[in-house]
């Protein structure tokens, strides 16, 4: 017959066992939860940092959750607020007021002919320039002359008058997006330049098949500015600082000849330059970039100061009757002497039925 008295040493000891085991899980547990939170406020911290600074495209990938197959190519810029137009500028660049777009996705560079090709073969879309024009839409137009066609630069021979344009424009049968100069032109070596010919209407229906769209213009010039507050250039306050040219953009006599000295006579590959602060390539030169406004001279005055889509109408005072979409960033064609149109707040317009052959476009995404 057992003891009684033996097993009450062994009640009491195992009350302290249970304490110091229950102590220990506690201590823990509480330790995890600790390292979590810890984890937890690191994340939280890199992520703010990488929304606010402007870092690489790979960074600012990460700051955003909406990353997907469709930004590839694309970088995020946060939404803010920034100094649109430009007191020094031509007057339809004036007057300087404050301007709020919410974040967006946009292309790093100006979309190129590989990529539009690829949208061509995918859903065989054919170009306004290699159609015939309809002739209800141009009555004035002589039959013979209604041919598919693209206007293309061709420098005049002698001096010319700066104020004719039309002295350097040309209509060309057969030029379009394939053949930029002409029938006998191709773009075999120039599947990374950006496509041209495309007109206004192209860039849309591209862009639809992108998922993504045209920037409106406050979009487009924030983006460009890179972060800088109020510069004339999208790199800084020289237009050629340390004797290096930062865009791809004419010297010489205009329009008679280009001398070149930036590397680049025509087009040249995308992102062959420095980008701006944001990443972006070529929104100084290269190519026009389409943007979704209508174009008013004095529309920045009237416009609304928070993402702004740009005007019901359009006009434009040298062509009354001729509605026009803007065009940003200028082209391989500006020049001191003429557009300057290589500057953030420089604008240009043209009719969306109509190619060139020194402008393109590029998409941006809202999410
Ligand atoms: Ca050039
Ligand atoms: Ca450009």
């Given at each position: 017959m057992a003891d009684p008295h033996d097993s009450k040493p062994r009640r009491r000891y195992r009350w302290p066992w249970l304490l110091l085991a229950a102590l220990i899980i506690g201590i823990v547990l509480t330790v995890l939860w600790v390292l979590g939170a810890i984890r937890k406020v690191k994340e939280i911290r890199r992520s703010t940092r990488e929304a606010v600074v402007i870092p690489a495209s790979r960074d600012l990938k990460k700051a955003n959750p909406t990353a997907s197959a469709w930004t590839n190519g694309m970088v995020w810029i946060p939404g803010g607020a920034f100094f649109m137009g430009s007191d020094d500028g031509q007057p339809d660049e004036r007057p300087v007021h404050e301007v709020h777009v919410d974040g967006f996705w946009i292309d790093q560079t100006e979309v190129t002919n590989e990529q539009f090709e690829r949208f061509v073969k995918a859903t065989g879309y054919i170009t306004v320039a290699e159609q015939k024009p309809d002739a209800r839409l141009y009555p004035n137009v002589p039959a013979e002359r209604l041919v598919p066609g693209s206007v293309v630069f061709r420098p005049p021979a002698g001096e010319v008058s700066l104020e004719n344009h039309y002295l350097w424009w040309e209509y060309v049968p057969g030029a379009n997006w394939r053949h930029p100069e002409g029938?006998?032109?191709?773009?075999s070596s120039r599947m990374k330049h950006p496509v041209v010919h495309v007109c206004w209407f192209d860039a849309v229906k591209y862009a639809q098949w992108a998922r993504k769209r045209l920037p409106t213009e406050a979009e487009w010039e924030y983006a460009s500015?890179?972060?800088?507050?109020?510069?004339?250039?999208t790199w800084g306050d020289e237009k050629h600082p340390d004797n290096q040219w930062r865009a791809n953009i004419w010297q010489g006599?205009?329009?008679?000849?280009?001398?070149?000295?930036?590397?680049?006579?025509?087009?040249?590959?995308?992102?062959s330059f420095a980008p701006n602060g944001y990443g972006l390539y070529d929104m100084a030169g290269n190519v026009w970039e389409w943007c979704q406004d209508w174009y008013l001279p004095a529309y920045y005055s009237r416009s609304p100061n928070r993402n702004p889509q740009g005007p019901d109408t359009s006009f434009d005072p040298n062509e009354p009757g001729v509605p026009k979409r803007v065009q940003r960033g200028?082209?391989?064609?500006?020049?001191d002497v003429y557009?300057?149109?290589?500057?953030?707040?420089a604008r240009m317009k043209a009719s969306p039925d109509t190619g060139l052959s020194h402008t393109g476009f590029r998409c941006v995404r809202s999410h």
């Amino acid at each position: 017959m057992a003891d009684p008295h033996d097993s009450k040493p062994r009640r009491r000891y195992r009350w302290p066992w249970l304490l110091l085991a229950a102590l220990i899980i506690g201590i823990v547990l509480t330790v995890l939860w600790v390292l979590g939170a810890i984890r937890k406020v690191k994340e939280i911290r890199r992520s703010t940092r990488e929304a606010v600074v402007i870092p690489a495209s790979r960074d600012l990938k990460k700051a955003n959750p909406t990353a997907s197959a469709w930004t590839n190519g694309m970088v995020w810029i946060p939404g803010g607020a920034f100094f649109m137009g430009s007191d020094d500028g031509q007057p339809d660049e004036r007057p300087v007021h404050e301007v709020h777009v919410d974040g967006f996705w946009i292309d790093q560079t100006e979309v190129t002919n590989e990529q539009f090709e690829r949208f061509v073969k995918a859903t065989g879309y054919i170009t306004v320039a290699e159609q015939k024009p309809d002739a209800r839409l141009y009555p004035n137009v002589p039959a013979e002359r209604l041919v598919p066609g693209s206007v293309v630069f061709r420098p005049p021979a002698g001096e010319v008058s700066l104020e004719n344009h039309y002295l350097w424009w040309e209509y060309v049968p057969g030029a379009n997006w394939r053949h930029p100069e002409g029938p006998d032109s191709n773009i075999s070596s120039r599947m990374k330049h950006p496509v041209v010919h495309v007109c206004w209407f192209d860039a849309v229906k591209y862009a639809q098949w992108a998922r993504k769209r045209l920037p409106t213009e406050a979009e487009w010039e924030y983006a460009s500015r890179g972060g800088l507050v109020r510069k004339p250039y999208t790199w800084g306050d020289e237009k050629h600082p340390d004797n290096q040219w930062r865009a791809n953009i004419w010297q010489g006599d205009f329009p008679k000849a280009d001398s070149g000295e930036d590397g680049f006579r025509g087009t040249a590959p995308v992102a062959s330059f420095a980008p701006n602060g944001y990443g972006l390539y070529d929104m100084a030169g290269n190519v026009w970039e389409w943007c979704q406004d209508w174009y008013l001279p004095a529309y920045y005055s009237r416009s609304p100061n928070r993402n702004p889509q740009g005007p019901d109408t359009s006009f434009d005072p040298n062509e009354p009757g001729v509605p026009k979409r803007v065009q940003r960033g200028g082209s391989y064609l500006c020049s001191d002497v003429y557009c300057m149109g290589y500057r953030p707040s420089a604008r240009m317009k043209a009719s969306p039925d109509t190619g060139l052959s020194h402008t393109g476009f590029r998409c941006v995404r809202s999410h």
